[in-house]
DNA sequence: TATTGTTATACTCTATAACTATA
DNA sequence: TATAGTTATAGAGTATAACAATA
């Protein structure tokens, strides 16, 4: 649906295996110092940092799913993980009884606040140390668009050629 | 140790999360319909295109191993789940009998071309579409050194500022 | 009836350590 | 002794479906 004879050039093929591969890279370090510096997942950092960020530290469930792709099931496991350790609080929605509100407490801010310097190291060392300041700002614009773009291009059903499924897979979107 | 005051300018913080952001949809998308197309994971596939590309659809585990970051034990796992399916072989090496070479199949191939078609159509649409002939030169530009730095840049202590472990976790890399 | 979230469950993936066999 | 690979095993993460409660 999108082309005849699809292929790509080789500038499409090394942007492709460039961007996978420098993310999938960086992503490995930096959870690997997340890890260390403050035994967090990725993903437990980015809600963390997500609810930092947030006028009281707070966000209800699904506004935090939407940020962090996630399922709900996937998220309840999560927040469940971070209550645990009282790094965030789950309480019920005053307004709407059926959602519930997180909470970042001090002691998640603290793991944050201690996370911060080794991450931001690991990010000057790998990705911004072989890069122009221009390069900085173009990747950040290009990027931005095509991240933009993909937001809002829903998963639609990318390309039912002959998919040959067992016939009993259902092809809903995410 | 890289900066006295670590923090991260709009500008670079801007382009690390549209990298992770992107990357992470993209990957996501691509995921789905490789598991749609050909029930295949990201690894899988990623290790079938390798052996697909390589001269005898040939590649000993060890360099299979490097290109694709894993653990021995992890690549063994898909190895073992790719013979399995019939889309690999595995024979011991004639030359270094320590070694194990794995070769793709007629059927691994076969997979491979039912799944590329949708493969591309993805890339089309979700990262090359809002992007034009030059930024798409740009950004494999600036990406491939970035990921040229990073596999060069060993993921020494990153920043072993008061990681305060449990005093028994090793630093090791990777 | 639609939405928010949780639970139960099953599965995929990754990593560590111990082990075998060859160089 | 070092290298190549496998096995056993355990743990993290993710997704689906069924469910309860509120709107």
Not at 6 to 22: M, N, V
Not at 36 to 60: C, H, I, N
Request: charged letters at 25%.
């Amino acid at each position: 649906m999108t082309s005849p004879r699809p292929s790509l050039d080789a500038t499409q093929l090394g942007a492709y295996f460039a961007l996978i591969e420098a993310s999938s890279l960086l992503k490995h370090a930096v959870e690997q110092q997340l890890r260390e510096a403050g035994d967090l997942s990725y993903v437990q950092f980015q809600l963390l940092a997500t609810l930092g960020d947030s006028p009281a530290g707070s966000q209800r469930m699904t506004d935090l799913a939407d940020g962090v792709v996630y399922s709900r099931s996937g998220l309840t496991y999560q927040a469940q993980t971070l209550e645990k350790r009282d790094l965030v609080t789950r309480t019920p929605s005053s307004d709407d009884e059926r959602s519930t509100t997180v909470t970042i407490t001090d002691e998640g801010r603290a793991v944050l606040a201690r996370v911060f310097p080794g991450h931001i190291a690991v990010l000057d060392d790998l990705l911004f140390a072989p890069l122009s300041r221009s390069d900085v700002e173009t990747l950040a614009d290009i990027l931005a668009r095509a991240r933009d773009h993909m937001r809002q291009t829903p998963p639609r059903s990318a390309a039912p050629r002959r998919s040959k499924k067992p016939a009993g897979t259902t092809d809903q979107a995410r």
